[in-house]
């Protein structure tokens, strides 16, 4: 096996819906424990209501638990949310109101 295909096996991959109706502007990820948040996610893309995406984590841990922050547009009215979850176990992610 080479190298390069090893490293693809620690990628954590996940879908990410969301079901609010408000728009998903910023979504930050890190590993559980750690006190800053990496870069958005999404860099300039948004999670309209109703759509999906799909999510790969390549920071090269070995750590499955990682918390996630959640920031939605200001017109949708939406409180930021966060929490934390386990994403060698997780293949979809559904944010609800």
Avoid at 2 to 20: E, M, P, Q, R
Avoid at 35 to 59: A, H, Y
């Amino acid at each position: 096996m080479s190298a390069g295909a090893s490293h693809a096996a620690d990628d954590l991959v996940f879908t990410l819906i969301n079901k609010t109706k408000g728009t998903l502007e910023r979504f930050y990820t890190s590993p559980e424990g750690v006190d800053n948040w990496e870069e958005d996610v999404f860099g300039d893309d948004v999670l309209e209501p109703g759509q999906s995406i799909k999510i790969t984590i390549r920071d090269g841990r070995r750590t499955c638990k990682y918390d996630m922050r959640f920031e939605f547009s200001e017109d949708s009215k939406l409180e930021d949310m966060e929490d934390t979850q386990d994403f060698c176990k997780m293949g979809t992610y559904t944010l609800h109101q």
